[in-house]
């Protein structure tokens, strides 16, 4: 173990998750905590004897007592990490937390609400609640509820920020947040596909934190009034306008708007969804044994409700091509090929495996052909079928998007509710999600 005395290092080794001090013969196991250099999970007038003697060459610390003494990081241990210390200890400590405070560990982040003799306890992932009666005495912290117990020392380490340190060796590292505790519901966390014009950027938000292309912030909602605090001391703000359930613009205060597009790409079972959403496109394939065996319930409903509203106003809609399988559409395909060729048939036949028809989700109205797109009923499907929870899926103009040709009588089963969002936006599906729709070769 080395030693240190007077020298000091010019670089610091990085800051260890625990250390084991040795203060008057007896090992203890601790959180790392600035300032704690006899690790008996509190700060105290004890830490400062042992700070000066050490400044007056009549001590030596550790390694780990050395960079917890080290408390503004500089790569020294002076005067100045002593004022620091005898601030958190004299200053802060006695004042107990209140409000929101941000506590990580090495099982996640959750989100602490202190008011009064009450605490509530967020998780970040899950969204979670479990509400404790509060004690503080002193630097003691103990939380209970019927679930039971928990207990640890609060360490100051600033105005704002502290620790929980706890006898097992375990401890949380807080950070003050907000003085409102914070509406999980109301929180943006997900993937996000920001863009201005040409200019594109991606955000990752889990609950109040997030990174946007890898740097990293924490965010306050005030109604729609945004504010970004980044790591290097960077503070933005924006101005938040809902598009719909997964669009928003930001107006940030330099003026310029983003459309901020939520993109959360999930695969279970070789099945890729955007958002909870199936999607097969030609980036997005389904595996062969994907075979729900027909057109799936809620879809066929939909269709049967709005081709009798159809009827009503003297038009006939019917089906004339709905499921297909893995093995049906590589038949299909090929057939086209063999007639096409290959690049042609990409503009209008699916390669097996990528086909909407094998999602269980599609079907083809009436004449799969373009003298559909000159009936009463093709107009007809295009200005309604969003109320029945479908959308005309390759649409006009949208070939270098979609991957296919305009295709009026190819409809996709989304529920109402999405589908009116992708209809009012007048979107593709591709770009309403912010994917694309290419084979790989």
Not at 168 to 173: F, T, V
Request: aromatic residues 14%; positive net charge; hydrophobic residues 30%.
């Amino acid at each position: 173990m080395r030693i240190h005395g007077l020298i000091l290092p010019a670089v610091i080794a990085a800051l260890p998750l625990s250390y084991s001090p040795v203060a008057g013969g007896k090992t203890a196991s601790a959180p790392y905590v600035k300032g704690d250099l006899n690790g008996d999970l509190s700060l105290d007038q004890n830490d400062i004897v042992m700070f000066n003697s050490y400044l007056r060459g009549k001590l030596s610390l550790t390694d780990a007592q050395f960079t917890a003494a080290d408390i503004n990081s500089d790569g020294r241990t002076d005067i100045y990490d002593l004022m620091r210390l005898k601030k958190n200890i004299y200053t802060y400590s006695a004042k107990p937390p209140e409000g929101t405070w941000l506590a990580y560990s090495s099982s996640g982040t959750d989100y602490y609400y202190f008011s009064g003799e009450k605490c509530t306890v967020t998780s970040q992932k899950t969204g979670a609640v479990s509400s404790y009666d509060c004690n503080i005495s002193g630097n003691s912290l103990t939380l209970k509820n019927s679930s039971g117990e928990k207990t640890g020392n609060i360490l100051r380490t600033g105005s704002k920020s502290f620790t929980l340190a706890r006898a097992d060796g375990s401890g949380e590292n807080f950070v003050y947040y907000d003085s409102s505790a914070i509406d999980y519901s109301k929180l943006l966390t997900g993937d996000y596909y920001a863009k201005n014009g040409s200019s594109t950027r991606a955000f990752n938000i889990r609950g109040v934190s997030g990174t946007v292309n890898g740097k990293p912030f924490t965010y306050k909602m005030k109604g729609s009034d945004l504010e970004f605090d980044f790591s290097d001391g960077t503070t933005l703000t924006a101005k938040m306008t809902r598009v719909d359930s997964m669009h928003f613009d930001l107006k940030w205060s330099s003026g310029i708007t983003e459309r901020f597009t939520l993109r959360n790409i999930t695969v279970k079972n070789g099945i890729t969804y955007v958002n909870g959403v199936l999607i097969a496109n030609k980036s997005y394939s389904l595996p062969s044994s994907y075979n729900p065996g027909a057109i799936l319930p809620e879809a066929l409903s939909s269709f049967y409700t709005m081709q009798a509203d159809a009827a009503k106003a003297g038009l006939n809609l019917w089906i004339t091509s709905g499921y297909r399988s893995y093995s049906y559409q590589a038949q299909l395909y090929n057939s086209y090929a063999a007639r096409d060729g290959y690049a042609k048939a990409d503009t209008y036949s699916a390669r097996p495996g990528y086909s909407e028809h094998q999602t269980g989700l599609a079907m083809d109205i009436n004449v799969a052909g373009d003298q559909f797109g000159l009936t009463p009923e093709s107009k007809w499907l295009a200005a309604n079928c969003y109320k029945y929870g479908f959308v005309i899926r390759y649409m006009n103009g949208k070939q270098n998007i979609t991957g296919y040709k305009y295709e009026p009588w190819h409809v996709r089963y989304l529920g109402k509710d999405l589908a009116k969002e992708v209809y009012d936006s007048g979107l593709c599906l591709e770009e309403f999600f912010c994917i694309d729709s290419k084979y790989k070769n």
